[in-house]
């Protein structure tokens, strides 16, 4: 089974940094993708930001140029460092991992979701 701890949300003002870590672990063989989602209030769940095993990135529009997803792969770890927040970047964050398990195969696993909140 493949776990995954979130951390790193939390209150910030808007113009301010956050970084999001997510790391897997469990009976892993290997990482393929990784991501981030969010979902606010009211909303739809939307991907944030994903990195495949290459290291190829891909950005929802609204967060280019401001966020950078990043994973290190000796810690089964991905990353995601926000910059310049606006009050629209509130939601709860949730880590996505797609992986090769020794027990069962190929997983798609979600993360408990880290609530960021940008305001003043």
């Known amino acids: 089974q493949v776990q995954l701890v979130e951390s790193g949300g939390g209150l910030v003002q808007p113009g301010g940094s956050l970084r999001l870590s997510c790391a897997a672990s469990?009976?892993?063989?290997?990482?393929?993708?990784m991501g981030w989602y969010r979902q606010a209030p009211g909303k739809e769940r939307e991907l944030v930001a994903t990195?495949?095993?290459?290291?190829?990135?891909n950005y929802v529009n609204s967060v280019k140029g401001r966020f950078t997803i990043s994973r290190d792969n000796a810690k089964n770890t991905v990353y995601l460092q926000m910059n310049t927040l606006k009050p629209e970047d509130s939601a709860v964050y949730y880590c996505n991992v797609e992986a090769i398990s020794f027990r069962e195969g190929h997983v798609e696993v979600w993360g408990q979701g880290t609530l960021v909140t940008v305001s003043s």
């Open positions: 990195i495949d095993s290459g290291g190829r990135t």
């Open positions: 469990g009976s892993i063989f290997s990482i393929k993708a």
